[in-house]
């Protein structure tokens, strides 16, 4: 794309509420005098991979291109994906640290907590071998007391992952590949409000919201698909609208 087409195309459709397809198509006509279907899918394409145009939801654009959301990954939860991929070959999981959160929060929280979700029937052969490792700061039971921080151990929280969760793949600078949230995982999470994030209240909950929305590529589609899942779709929908465009909310 030569950069005058470029610029002229950012140009107008920078600043504006995330477009239709329809509207792209329209806009191409205008310029171009003539789009075929097939090339528009291309020009598409071929924009999205240059990383001049986002896709927010399906058939729905923008070309405020946030960056994607990759968290640091620590020691610890690096060191616990190691030890569960190299015992439970093939099996899914996700690990995080809830201090992930203190980017998105108002109110810092100084306590660690890794939050590690698998499928429910290997959380007390998962345990036993944490133990085994070494790690026994650890419960799978959230409806109980939650671990505390002893200023020795990182308390562990073994979760049932749902199924078709979304997930992401992080590679760390020595080459491992550990299976973190994806973003739109952890703000669902969060506001479906199991014990294990009860210190988040309403406002802060909200906050967290809003500064996600502002500093990241958010994948609407995603969201509301595994909200549904979690049974708070129609609940975040109402408070999503405070701070996205209507044509992303379903």
């Given amino acids: 794309m030569k950069q005058r087409i470029k610029n002229q195309f950012i140009d107008y459709f920078k600043g504006r509420a ?19 279907e097939g090339t528009l899918g291309w020009r598409i394409y071929d924009l999205k991979k240059k990383n001049i145009l986002r896709e927010v939801r399906k058939g729905w654009y923008t070309v405020d291109v946030h960056p994607f959301y990759n968290p640091i990954i620590d020691p610890t939860v690096k060191e616990l994906a190691q030890l569960f991929t190299k015992n439970f070959r093939d099996t899914r999981y996700c690990v995080w640290n809830l201090t992930w ?6 109110h810092q929280f ?27 700061n650890v419960v799978w039971d959230v ?19 749902i199924s078709r969760a979304p997930v992401q793949d992080i590679t760390t600078d020595d080459g491992q ?6 973003l739109e995982k952890i703000l669902v ?22 500064h996600a929305v502002e500093r ?33 909310i379903k």
Wanted: charged share 25%.
């Fill in 143 to 161: 409806k109980g007391p939650l671990p505390r921080n002893n200023f020795k151990e990182i308390p562990i929280v073994l979760l049932p992952l």
């Fill in 110 to 136: 100084n306590f660690e907590r890794i939050i590690f979700e698998i499928e429910k029937d290997l959380q007390e052969s998962f345990a036993n071998l944490l133990g085994d490792n070494g790690y026994n």
């Fill in 177 to 182: 590949s550990v299976v973190v949230p994806t």
């Fill in 216 to 248: 990241y590529a958010i994948n609407y589609a995603t969201l509301f698909n595994y909200a549904k899942r979690r049974g708070k779709e129609p609940e975040l929908n109402a408070l999503l609208s405070k701070y996205v465009p209507d044509t992303l």
């Fill in 189 to 210: 999470d969060i506001y479906e409000g199991k014990s294990i994030f009860r210190f988040l209240q309403g406002a802060e909950v909200e906050r967290v919201f809003e």
């Fill in 101 to 106: 959160l203190n980017e998105f929060t108002v």
């Fill in 18 to 36: 995330p477009f239709s397809r329809q509207e792209l198509y329209d806009y191409y006509l205008d310029t171009e005098g003539e789009m075929k």
